[in-house]
Protein backbone atom coordinates (compact mmCIF):
# COMPACT_ATOMS: atom_id res chain seq x y z
CA UNK A 1 0.00 0.00 0.00
CA UNK A 2 1.30 3.76 -0.78
CA UNK A 3 0.45 6.88 0.79
CA UNK A 4 0.23 10.35 -0.58
CA UNK A 5 0.73 13.24 1.80
CA UNK A 6 0.40 16.57 0.55
CA UNK A 7 0.41 19.87 1.93
CA UNK A 8 0.96 23.63 1.17
CA UNK A 9 -2.42 24.85 0.13
CA UNK A 10 -4.33 27.63 1.02
CA UNK A 11 -5.45 31.22 0.17
CA UNK A 12 -3.37 33.67 -1.73
CA UNK A 13 -3.83 36.99 -3.77
CA UNK A 14 -3.39 37.10 -7.66
CA UNK A 15 0.01 37.12 -8.30
CA UNK A 16 1.40 35.47 -5.48
CA UNK A 17 3.08 32.47 -5.06
CA UNK A 18 2.63 29.10 -2.79
CA UNK A 19 4.49 26.03 -2.87
CA UNK A 20 2.87 22.48 -2.24
CA UNK A 21 4.49 19.07 -1.15
CA UNK A 22 3.49 15.72 -1.26
CA UNK A 23 5.51 12.85 0.61
CA UNK A 24 5.12 9.45 -0.56
CA UNK A 25 5.31 6.35 1.96
CA UNK A 26 4.37 2.53 2.35
CA UNK A 27 5.61 -0.49 -0.06
CA UNK A 28 7.33 1.06 -2.78
CA UNK A 29 9.84 -0.91 -4.52
CA UNK A 30 10.60 1.90 -7.31
CA UNK A 31 9.54 5.46 -8.29
CA UNK A 32 9.07 5.85 -12.00
CA UNK A 33 6.89 9.67 -11.89
CA UNK A 34 5.47 11.65 -9.27
CA UNK A 35 3.55 14.82 -10.61
CA UNK A 36 0.41 17.02 -9.89
CA UNK A 37 -3.24 17.61 -11.76
CA UNK A 38 -6.22 19.91 -10.42
CA UNK A 39 -9.85 20.18 -10.23
CA UNK A 40 -11.72 23.09 -10.59
CA UNK A 41 -15.29 23.21 -9.53
CA UNK A 42 -17.77 21.70 -12.33
CA UNK A 43 -14.67 20.67 -14.20
CA UNK A 44 -12.66 17.64 -15.23
CA UNK A 45 -9.27 16.96 -12.87
CA UNK A 46 -6.29 17.90 -15.47
CA UNK A 47 -2.24 16.86 -15.20
CA UNK A 48 -0.60 20.46 -14.80
CA UNK A 49 3.06 18.91 -13.72
CA UNK A 50 5.35 15.33 -14.13
CA UNK A 51 8.58 14.67 -13.12
CA UNK A 52 10.45 11.11 -13.48
CA UNK A 53 12.95 10.35 -11.24
CA UNK A 54 15.10 10.83 -14.18
CA UNK A 55 14.45 14.87 -13.67
CA UNK A 56 12.37 15.42 -17.04
CA UNK A 57 9.38 17.49 -16.44
CA UNK A 58 6.63 18.61 -18.93
CA UNK A 59 3.91 20.88 -17.80
CA UNK A 60 0.36 21.78 -19.10
CA UNK A 61 0.35 24.70 -21.54
CA UNK A 62 -1.63 26.52 -18.87
CA UNK A 63 0.66 26.51 -16.05
CA UNK A 64 4.24 26.79 -18.46
CA UNK A 65 6.57 29.41 -17.11
CA UNK A 66 4.56 30.03 -13.67
CA UNK A 67 5.04 26.38 -12.05
CA UNK A 68 7.96 24.55 -11.31
CA UNK A 69 7.99 20.66 -10.01
CA UNK A 70 10.81 19.12 -8.61
CA UNK A 71 11.24 16.22 -6.10
CA UNK A 72 13.56 14.95 -3.71
CA UNK A 73 14.48 11.42 -4.37
CA UNK A 74 16.02 10.20 -1.12
CA UNK A 75 12.31 11.83 0.65
CA UNK A 76 10.09 10.20 -1.87
CA UNK A 77 8.53 13.89 -2.02
CA UNK A 78 7.73 16.13 -5.43
CA UNK A 79 7.27 19.63 -4.58
CA UNK A 80 4.96 22.45 -7.13
CA UNK A 81 6.14 25.57 -7.13
CA UNK A 82 3.64 28.13 -8.01
CA UNK A 83 4.25 31.84 -8.95
CA UNK A 84 2.05 34.50 -10.89
CA UNK A 85 -1.01 32.72 -9.44
CA UNK A 86 -4.16 33.97 -11.35
CA UNK A 87 -8.04 33.24 -10.59
CA UNK A 88 -8.08 30.52 -12.59
CA UNK A 89 -5.65 28.57 -10.85
CA UNK A 90 -8.43 28.00 -8.00
CA UNK A 91 -8.52 24.56 -7.70
CA UNK A 92 -8.05 20.87 -5.79
CA UNK A 93 -4.24 20.06 -6.20
CA UNK A 94 -3.91 16.50 -6.09
CA UNK A 95 0.08 14.34 -6.10
CA UNK A 96 0.09 11.49 -8.22
CA UNK A 97 2.76 8.70 -7.61
CA UNK A 98 3.57 6.48 -10.35
CA UNK A 99 4.81 3.71 -8.49
CA UNK A 100 6.22 -0.54 -8.36
CA UNK A 101 5.10 -1.89 -5.29
CA UNK A 102 6.05 -4.54 -3.28
CA UNK A 103 5.42 -7.72 -3.06
CA UNK A 104 3.25 -7.94 -6.54
CA UNK A 105 6.27 -5.93 -7.92
CA UNK A 106 3.25 -3.83 -10.29
CA UNK A 107 2.89 -0.54 -11.13
CA UNK A 108 0.41 1.39 -9.42
CA UNK A 109 -0.12 4.89 -9.58
CA UNK A 110 -1.70 6.51 -6.90
CA UNK A 111 -3.46 9.82 -5.97
CA UNK A 112 -3.43 11.99 -3.14
CA UNK A 113 -6.59 13.10 -1.20
CA UNK A 114 -6.00 16.81 -2.38
CA UNK A 115 -5.34 20.15 -0.91
CA UNK A 116 -7.40 23.69 -2.11
CA UNK A 117 -5.96 26.17 -3.72
CA UNK A 118 -7.53 29.69 -3.85
CA UNK A 119 -6.22 32.92 -5.76
CA UNK A 120 -8.34 35.86 -4.87
CA UNK A 121 -8.20 38.32 -7.53
Known amino acids: QVQLVESGGGLVQAGGSLRLSCAAS????????MGWGRQAPGKQRELVAA???????NYADSVKGRFTTSTDNHKNTVYLQMNSLKPEDTAVYYC???????????????WGQGTLVTVSS
Open 96 to 110: YADTVVTPSYRNLKV
Open 26 to 33: GSIFRLNA
Open 51 to 57: ITTGGST
